[in-house]
């Protein structure tokens, strides 16, 4: 939210603000990940089944992102740090403003099984207690949920004009 002259309006990010945001998520959920793989109780570990499973029997697309997010939050919950928690919650916010442009992207039908597979593969290692495949897992998740969002904000020209210099993706890799 931006002061304006009468009351507050959303703040319009540039796509390398939100790319920043794509990166600090990616950051801060491998590390839930994998502080879920280490923390985890056997309820925490059901909780993540469930939405996990509800997801994988729903079909509709907005149920399905709000499955997603429930789980990318159980998920969090079950690292029992509430402080990556309440970060992401922080971050999921300031991007949830562009979400009727990055829909239409991350909701095609390839990409939904793709997501239903990395969560699988997710949730086998928080399951095993594999904490480093957890967090390698969430890492090339989440890249390519930030490749999507990107994508599809470029070509839908939402916020301000790219700045004239060129803009360098990061992989992270994070020891």
Same mark, same amino acid.
């Given at each position: 939210?931006?002061?304006?002259?009468?009351?507050?309006?959303?703040?319009?990010?540039? !796509?390398?603000?939100?790319?920043?945001?794509?990166?600090?998520? *990616?950051?801060?959920?491998?590390?839930?990940? =994998?502080?879920?793989?280490?923390?985890?109780?056997?309820?925490?570990?059901?909780?993540?089944?469930?939405?996990?499973?509800?997801?994988?029997?729903?079909?509709? !697309?907005?149920?399905?992102?709000?499955? /997603?997010?429930?789980?990318?939050?159980?998920?969090?919950?079950?690292?029992? /740090?509430?402080? *990556?928690?309440?970060?992401?919650?922080?971050?999921?916010? =300031?991007?949830?403003?562009?979400?009727?442009?990055?829909?239409?992207?991350?909701?095609?039908?390839? /990409?939904?099984?793709? *997501?239903?597979?990395?969560?699988?593969?997710?949730?086998?290692?928080?399951?095993?207690?594999?904490?480093?495949?957890?967090?390698?897992?969430?890492?090339?998740? =989440?890249?390519?949920?930030?490749?999507?969002?990107?994508?599809?904000?470029?070509?839908?020209?939402?916020?301000? !004009?790219?700045?004239?210099? !060129?803009?360098?993706?990061?992989?992270?890799? *994070?020891?």
């Amino acid at each position: 939210m931006e002061r304006a002259t009468r009351g507050y309006v959303v703040r319009t990010r540039t !796509p390398e603000e939100i790319l920043e945001i794509c990166e600090a998520r *990616i950051a801060l959920e491998s590390s839930a990940a =994998q502080a879920a793989a280490v923390h985890r109780t056997q309820l925490d570990l059901a909780r993540v089944v469930h939405v996990h499973e509800s997801t994988a029997a729903t079909t509709d !697309p907005a149920d399905l992102r709000e499955l /997603n997010h429930q789980w990318h939050v159980a998920l969090r919950e079950a690292g029992h /740090n509430a402080t *990556i928690a309440e970060l992401m919650g922080r971050l999921d916010a =300031q991007l949830k403003v562009y979400d009727s442009h990055t829909a239409p992207a991350t909701d095609l039908p390839d /990409n939904l099984g793709l *997501i239903l597979e990395e969560h699988a593969g997710i949730l086998d290692a928080v399951r095993h207690r594999e904490a480093e495949a957890a967090r390698e897992r969430m890492v090339t998740h =989440q890249s390519r949920t930030r490749d999507l969002r990107i994508g599809a904000l470029a070509r839908s020209g939402r916020g301000t !004009p790219w700045r004239t210099r !060129p803009v360098r993706v990061r992989r992270f890799v *994070i020891a």
